[in-house]
């Protein structure tokens, strides 16, 4: 078996090109005039439909519910009227975007549950799901995490990949948004600590995710 100690050799190291992007500030794009919405944005079974053609949508409204395991929700970004449905794990729902937005009602969970169970029913509700290549729905991820005792939670803004540099930019901006999110999230595992971890080619992280976060520790990979 590979011993996890050794550090293994060879590999490719790319230039990260991040110099092309990293000093551009986040903007807002322009609304479009039509959604097209996949019901399979995570590594399970597709989302099923549960609105037809010529529905009226609210902006953040369920569109699509998960109805097994590893599957996750999917919700319509802007408010429209549905104009076509397709089903599977090709599937998706078309929108076109209404002039006037009007916000779909706020989560809510049921009542009598922990702070633990309630913020893992917000999480599975919002179909929050990974945004590496795999995709896996974070509430199955997080009550899987949930067996073992967990020490450590470390906010990852590594962004290894060559060009991208959105978790950059999102750091230095909204970094205390992402603390937030981080401290929402301790309940979750009850870690005795949490980090904020970035790269040595990130060197302005935001003072409120330093802080917040607990300590910053950066990796020259």
């Known amino acids: 078996m590979f011993n996890a100690r050794m550090k293994p050799h060879g590999g490719i190291r790319p230039y990260s090109h991040k110099s092309l992007t990293r000093e551009i500030a986040i903007r807002p794009l322009a609304t479009p005039r039509r959604l097209i919405i996949p019901l399979r944005q995570h590594t399970g079974p597709a989302a099923v439909p549960i609105v037809a053609e010529g529905e009226s ?41 209404s002039d006037q937005q009007s916000p779909a009602p706020r989560l809510t969970a049921a009542e009598g549950l922990s702070e633990t169970q309630t913020m893992l029913s917000f999480i599975e509700q919002a179909g929050i799901v990974g945004m590496g290549g795999a995709m896996f729905p ?47 999230c301790r309940p979750l595992p009850r870690p005795s600590r949490s980090i904020s971890a970035s790269k040595i080619t990130k060197p302005k992280p935001s003072p409120g995710l330093t802080s917040s976060a607990g300590r910053r520790i950066t990796s020259r990979w």
């Open 57 to 97: 949508v609210a902006a953040g409204q369920l569109i699509a519910e998960a109805r097994e395991r590893m599957s996750a929700p999917v919700h319509s970004a802007l408010s429209g009227v549905v104009t076509s449905v397709t089903t599977g794990d090709q599937g998706c729902i078309t929108i076109k975007v």
């Open 138 to 184: 974070a509430a199955d991820k997080i009550r899987m995490s949930l067996r073992y005792p967990i020490e450590t939670l470390i906010v990852n803004g590594g962004e290894c990949e060559p060009y991208l540099t959105t978790d950059d930019r999102l750091m230095r901006e909204q970094g205390s948004l992402s603390s937030a999110v981080s401290a929402i």
